[in-house]
Nanobody
């Protein structure tokens, strides 16, 4: 059974940093696409950063240059390093996994509808 457990959220001031972690069990990262998504109140869930089965990493335009996705294949853990945080980054952040066949392209890895397995989420709040 696939399980994803996020941690690392919190409250920071604008310009600060946070690192989110997603510990996976029940599968190995190399056979799945993995991604970070976020959802703010009243908004749709959106892709933030994702990695395909081939290791290709994709970022939303809004976070390019500020966020970095990293996978530790030994620990089976996905990380999202978030720097220079802005108030508009405030949201619930979710880790998600999908079998590789459902996310064959970079665009597909950023679509939450392609992801079957989800963590419980971790809140990120950035104050101005």
């Amino acid at each position: 059974q696939v399980q994803l457990v996020e941690s690392g959220g919190g409250s920071v001031q604008a310009g600060g940093s946070l690192r989110l972690s997603c510990a996976a069990s029940g599968y190995t990262y190399r056979s799945y696409c993995m991604g970070w998504f976020r959802q703010a109140p009243g908004k749709e869930r959106e892709g933030v950063a994702a990695i395909g089965r081939d290791g290709t990493t994709t970022y939303a335009d809004s976070v390019k240059g500020r966020f970095t996705l990293h996978v530790d294949y030994v620990k089976n853990t996905l990380y999202l390093q978030m720097n220079t945080l802005k108030p508009e980054d405030s949201a619930m952040y979710y880790c998600a996994a999908a079998r590789a066949w459902s996310c064959p392209t970079a665009e597909a890895t950023m679509d939450p509808q392609n992801f079957r397995y989800w963590g419980q989420g971790t809140q990120v709040t950035v104050s101005s």
